[in-house]
């Protein structure tokens, strides 16, 4: 993900418990230890990816999220964070219950596949899209759900999810310009802050 998202730090209080979630290759939870003296975990399910939190000294636990976070008690961390996992989930409106029981807040960030290149793309090539943001084909993408961040918050409201916080990226023109005024068409990338 190219966009800034140092704003998040914002949002996790210092020397807090933060679960990662599909956390990569540990750099945002590297990134909050050194800025906010936080205790940190992640969870991730590719190799490499385990390799080189081990590698870089982050505590990285093998967990496929599709299989749940049964092993996590309640209130376990003060901050859940997932990036860019959620679309790519067989069930995610029950992960993102079992986030916020074991975490009192979370910070979830997706693509917002409303947006208006997207549209553009599948509208006038007539196949789906390849983007900087959606960089797989149709039949290898890990991306199982296509939602828009008002997809997104009509499902919070549904499972009485409080939303703290949001926050649209976009990178480039006319992007940036206008995501505020019509963020479903030209957000790119929706960051929320969620509790409930």
């Known amino acids: 993900m190219n966009h800034d998202i140092g704003f998040i730090k914002d949002w996790i209080e210092p020397q807090s418990r933060v679960l990662d979630l599909g956390c990569g290759d540990g750099s945002l939870l590297i990134s909050l230890q050194e800025q906010l003296d936080i205790l940190g975990y992640g969870l991730e399910i590719d190799a490499d990816s385990i390799r080189s939190c081990v590698a870089r000294g982050v505590n990285v636990i093998e967990q496929d999220l599709n299989k749940g976070l049964k092993n996590f008690a309640d209130h376990s961390f003060d901050t859940v964070l997932m990036t860019q996992t959620l679309q790519a989930l067989r069930y995610p409106h029950l992960v993102l219950d079992e986030i ?67 926050q649209f990226l976009a990178n480039g023109f006319p992007d940036k310009l206008l995501k505020s005024p019509w963020p479903n068409l030209f957000t790119e990338i929706a960051v929320y802050h969620l509790s409930r």
């Open 100 to 166: 916020l029981r074991i975490g009192s807040r979370c910070i979830v960030t997706f693509p917002n596949f409303g947006n208006w290149r997207t549209r553009a793309y599948l509208n006038f090539r007539g196949r789906m899209p390849v983007t900087k943001q959606l960089a797989y084909q149709w039949f290898d993408t890990p991306n199982i759900h296509f939602f828009t961040y008002a997809d997104f918050e009509a499902l919070c409201k549904e499972r009485n999810i409080n939303i703290l916080h949001r």
